[in-house]
């Protein structure tokens, strides 16, 4: 019988054996549930297998096990991506990954700029039922749709209210949620544009809107192109967190997603503020969070600056006649409104001229307590219109401030100049007044139009 040759003799070929993954590597990842590592030597030994050693088929290779449908809850701990690890590129291509899972049915964690958050795709009927089952939500629960930018906000909505406009136009991106108020009309096109199934992200009669601020999740929700729904990671924090870091989620809660894009914590930890946008085109302050309510009023306001030379004559009537017309215009509620005047040659404290105060009177208009001041830096940079009497008017201005020039305009929407009535007869007053009214409704009306951007915004 001839002897076998000792095991050492014979031929060996380095091998190594992996885990079968749930999603591909991403560079920067921690593989908390895949770990590579070199499958040891073969040691041939008589006797019976070692029992840790998988079972084999006829064909002596081990089982395969299937891969599950990347739809499906992992059954181990997600993959998890270090983000502040990468570089550009490697972001980039973690976001392109994100985007493919959530597209494909998965559950993926993505940081915003509030909170952490789970989201899913809204038009995949299993990914929605597995995020409310997760967050322990009602299965009728309506969902917040995280919009990629205000301006897709805005061409789902529109044609919006002025007032709803202006919010999504001011406050987006940005720690706020929306409720919409919508008519039938008005909710089925949300439905329609937006690829949103019903019930998603509505009740039937309101819808959430959000508009994170958080460079990253912007690419993945546009790079996804499918509807995202998400849900504060607080649902999987332990009990008093708010999820403002990965750390703060439940670690029997991560084996519900694919993947956790962690940014390290977010930049304003506390939960958005919830406005709550009218069916009769106002709003509301539901729920302060990351900002208040003081803070969205001052947002939202329209800053209007008159600029003449003195600032006792035409720059304070046009105050008094925006004012006034502002207070009585019909329909929707319109855009909260502060109107200034201001003169590049004017004194502090001086009221307006006795002939300027009676022609507006002879108008209906209330005149009020007037006071002049020279226009300043600050009343520039606040203003989101300025409207100038003549062109020497405007080039004083852009003298001291060339970066208004987007917003600096002739009051005059023809671009004549208006003259100073000061020193000439009531006559001239009366006539200038008029006149400046009639510019001055039509400069509201094109702010009030629909799809009017403001320099400043």
């Not at 601020?213 to 999987?236: C, F, K, N, W």
């Not at 040659?345 to 108008?363: D, N, V």
Request: proline content about 10%; charged content about 25%; glycine content about 8%.
């Amino acid at each position: 019988m001839a002897q076998r040759a000792p095991c050492a003799a014979r031929p060996q070929t380095p091998c190594t054996r992996e885990t079968p993954q749930e999603a591909p590597f991403v560079p920067g990842r921690q593989h908390e549930s895949t770990v590579t590592t070199p499958a040891q030597p073969t040691q041939h030994r008589s006797g019976p297998r070692p029992p840790h050693t998988p079972p084999r088929s006829r064909r002596g290779r081990p089982p395969v096990e299937p891969r599950p449908h990347p739809g499906h809850t992992p059954a181990m701990p997600p993959l998890r991506t270090d983000l502040r690890a990468l570089d550009q590129a490697a972001r980039a291509h973690a976001a392109t990954e994100a985007a493919r899972l959530l597209r494909e049915g998965s559950l993926v964690v993505l940081p915003t700029e509030t909170l952490y958050g789970v989201g899913a795709n809204a038009a995949d009927a299993d990914a929605l039922e597995r995020l409310r089952a997760l967050c322990a939500l009602d299965p009728a629960t309506p969902l917040a749709w995280h919009a990629p930018s205000g301006d897709h906000a805005l061409r789902a909505l529109d044609p919006a209210p002025p007032v709803h406009a202006r919010i999504i136009e001011r406050l987006t991106p940005g720690p706020v949620t929306l409720l919409l108020e919508l008519d039938a009309q008005r909710l089925g096109a949300l439905h329609e544009r937006t690829d949103l199934p019903r019930g998603a992200a509505d009740d039937g009669a309101t819808a959430l809107l959000r508009v994170p601020d958080h460079t990253l999740t912007q690419r993945i929700l546009e790079h996804a192109g499918v509807p995202v729904v998400m849900v504060g990671a607080s649902a999987l924090a332990g009990a008093g967190e708010t999820a403002p870091r990965v750390e703060d989620l439940r670690a029997e809660a991560r084996e519900g997603v694919a993947l956790i894009l962690d940014d390290g914590p977010t930049q304003r930890r506390k939960h958005s503020t919830t406005i709550r946008l009218t069916l009769a085109g106002g709003y509301s302050v539901a729920r302060e969070g990351a900002v208040d309510a003081r803070f969205i009023e001052k947002r939202i306001a329209r800053t209007i600056l008159f600029v003449c030379t003195g600032n006792t004559c035409r720059s304070p009537m046009a105050v008094a006649i925006a004012r006034h017309e502002l207070e009585h215009r019909d329909g929707l509620p319109g855009v909260p409104t502060v109107v200034r005047s201001a003169g590049v040659s004017a004194g502090e404290g001086a009221p307006m001229t006795p002939e300027a105060a009676e022609a507006l009177r002879e108008m209906g208009i209330d005149p009020s307590d007037h006071r002049s001041r020279p226009v300043t830096r600050a009343q520039i940079d606040e203003a989101e219109s300025i409207y100038l009497m003549t062109e020497p008017h405007r080039l004083a201005l852009l003298d001291f401030a060339p970066d208004a020039a987007a917003r600096a305009h002739l009051l005059d929407p023809e671009g004549n100049d208006i003259d100073d009535p000061i020193g000439q007869g009531s006559e001239v007053y009366r006539e200038t007044a008029r006149r400046m009214r009639e510019m001055i409704r039509l400069r509201l009306q094109e702010l009030a139009a629909p799809g009017a951007r403001s320099a400043t915004a």
